[in-house]
């Protein structure tokens, strides 16, 4: 059960000073940014460990991030960003002690380097039960070439199906409890992924909060290589809402 919003007893401070947080940094070919991350990431207070879910990379992200002091774990080939984060969610499971309570997840993405530490913002609400999920808010990129289009159609979606409105619904930075995730699961595939995790969590009555972080990443340019990942976002966005309509209207049934 999520922890209610009311005043919290001593009982319950000493229990939220116990609450350990999990980084899942589902990665691929990121050996140039991967160990930074990974060091500024073990910054965070509460967080006490650290997993990269190497997802198939070409290059040596696995080595190079086990040295900065991930725990790492491997796809054999590239299975897209939504299986490394339930394969993170599943080790991190596994290694969550008996008896204990279980671990906050902080999914975040590996080229976030020295700012990564700045992910920390997140924990708070979830920490402190005002949400179930909270969304890093970036600044703006400098370098980025999109124009808004694939957010205007996420966060439009996102209103419709649920009533809330995201300022950033692709933003990948985000912290939830082990319950929330669950009910999300299985996650929509591709890059659709935060659109549909979004849309799952709230339509069933779980909060989502957006929050500002200091974060720098490499964004999508305006080459063709930046058109092409916007038109694959766009194409997994659209999947991701057009499945769960499809539920929505069967569950009305």
């Known amino acids: 059960m999520r922890r209610a919003k009311s005043e919290s007893s ?8 116990r609450q350990r947080v999990a980084v899942v940094i589902p990665a691929k070919d990121e050996s140039a940014r991967i160990a930074a991350t990974v060091r500024s990431a073990r910054a965070i207070p509460h967080v006490d460990l650290v997993l990269v879910v190497d997802d198939g990379s ?4 696995q080595d190079v991030a086990r040295e900065a002091g991930a725990v ?6 590239n299975r897209g960003k939504a299986a490394a984060m339930e394969t993170g969610a599943a080790v991190v499971a596994m290694r969550d002690a008996q008896g204990k309570l279980p671990r906050l997840l902080l999914f975040i993405d590996g080229d976030l380097a020295e700012t990564a530490v ?3 913002p997140l924990i708070d609400p979830v920490l402190k039960g005002e949400a179930d999920m909270s969304i890093a808010l970036l600044p703006p990129q400098p370098g980025a070439g999109g124009r808004g289009f694939v957010v205007g159609a996420a966060r439009t979606a ?7 409105t995201p300022t950033q619904p692709l933003s990948g930075m985000r912290c939830l409890t082990r319950e929330a995730f669950e009910a999300a699961t299985p996650l929509a595939r591709g890059w659709g992924v935060e659109t549909g995790l979004t849309i799952d969590l709230v339509s069933q009555g779980y909060v989502a909060v957006e929050v500002p972080c200091d974060l720098k990443h490499r964004p999508s340019g305006r080459d063709w290589k930046g058109t092409l990942h916007r ?9 991701a809402v057009a499945a769960r309509r499809v539920r929505k209207i069967g569950a009305k049934k």
């Open 158 to 164: 996102i209103t419709k199906l649920t009533g809330w």
């Open 58 to 61: 070409e290059d040596d992200t």
């Open 72 to 77: 790492v774990v491997r796809h054999s080939h």
């Open 231 to 239: 038109a694959n976002q766009y194409r997994d966005v659209q999947l």
């Open 10 to 17: 001593q009982v319950d401070e000493r229990i939220l000073e």
């Open 118 to 120: 700045n992910t920390a």
